[in-house]
């Protein structure tokens, strides 16, 4: 964030402030943002002000990684409240189905690298009576699944914007509830996402067809790894090739999939509850001109 600002021409020193003091004062934390007298030594010290490259990292006055690497051991708190949080209802595959009642829908169209959407129309096929993926104009399927207490919620909508050709992408980060949140081509990719984040209790998963082509557990809460740094990088490199493979051309296409539960942010997100227009503050039926 300091790199990208001073890029966009803000003084260094002006741009360190603003992440470090300028958000302590303003949140009254009193013992963080400075180097001074009974404030905690956080520290990062860098190689120039331009890169911002952090040679070593200093935690409570203690060097913890240098030159890129970890050089002390990370305590690790084994807390059981925070395992098996995926607890779904028993799901087929019959209920991710989207009974048709037009061929016209309110669909979620994400704009790359930000957190607000567009509530479009959009037009998807029908297939035996059921709301279908349009591919070709890049209108998907999305599901979000209740995962804390089982209730069967479900919430379905169509996202456009992923430029996904086949298969499916499914994650349990999903703010804020962050709910099991799934987009696909077809309910085959999409159902076997969902049994794998369930398998692995959280996570990120590339599904095409049914085969698992990347995959990140996230265990703890659905939301973090207990495997090492390393393994994790790497499996993060996997899911950006796995994207490659499935066609997908967002740059962050979980970071913007996680957003898309968010009720918060305008104009259209899709919660375990339905469709919620944002900007009116209402749930919304996903067909329009609905048939009679």
Not at 66 to 94: A, F, Q, Y
Not at 231 to 259: R, W, Y
Request: glycine share 6%; charged share 25%.
């Amino acid at each position: 964030m300091v790199r990208r600002t001073v890029q966009s021409g803000i003084n260094p020193v002006d741009a360190i402030q603003m992440a470090s003091l300028n958000a302590a004062e303003y949140f009254g934390i009193k013992n963080l943002g400075a180097i001074a007298p009974y404030y905690k030594a956080d520290l990062l010290i860098l190689d120039n002000l331009k890169d911002f490259n952090p040679v070593k990292v200093i935690k409570n006055g203690n060097i913890v990684a240098e030159n890129g690497k970890m050089i002390t051991d990370c305590p690790c708190n084994h807390i059981s409240s925070l395992r098996g949080t995926v607890n779904i209802r028993w799901l087929d595959k019959e209920d991710l189905k989207i009974k048709a009642e037009s061929d016209k829908v309110r669909a979620i169209e994400v704009i790359s690298n930000q957190l607000v959407t567009k509530n479009v129309e959009a037009k998807i096929n029908i297939e035996n009576d059921y709301a279908q993926s349009n591919i070709e104009d890049d209108i998907l399927k999305i599901l979000v699944i209740e995962r804390h207490k089982a209730s069967g919620n479900i919430g379905k909508g169509f996202v456009k914007g992923f430029g996904i050709k086949s298969g499916a992408i499914a994650s349990t980060v999903a703010h804020d509830s962050h709910n099991m949140i799934v987009i696909g081509t077809n309910d085959d990719d999409m159902f076997k996402a969902i049994k794998e984040l369930v398998k692995s209790q959280g996570g990120k998963v590339i599904v095409q067809n049914e085969k698992v082509i990347a995959k990140l557990e996230l265990p703890i809460a659905g939301l973090m790894s207990d495997e090492s740094a390393e393994t994790v990088l790497h499996k993060c490199e996997e899911l950006k090739n796995g994207q490659k493979l499935i066609g997908c051309s967002l740059d962050a296409p979980f970071m913007t999939m996680a957003f898309l539960s968010l009720s918060v942010i305008p104009e259209l997100k899709l919660t375990d509850k339905g469709l919620f227009d944002v900007v009116n503050n209402k749930f919304v039926d996903l067909f329009i001109n609905i048939k009679n």
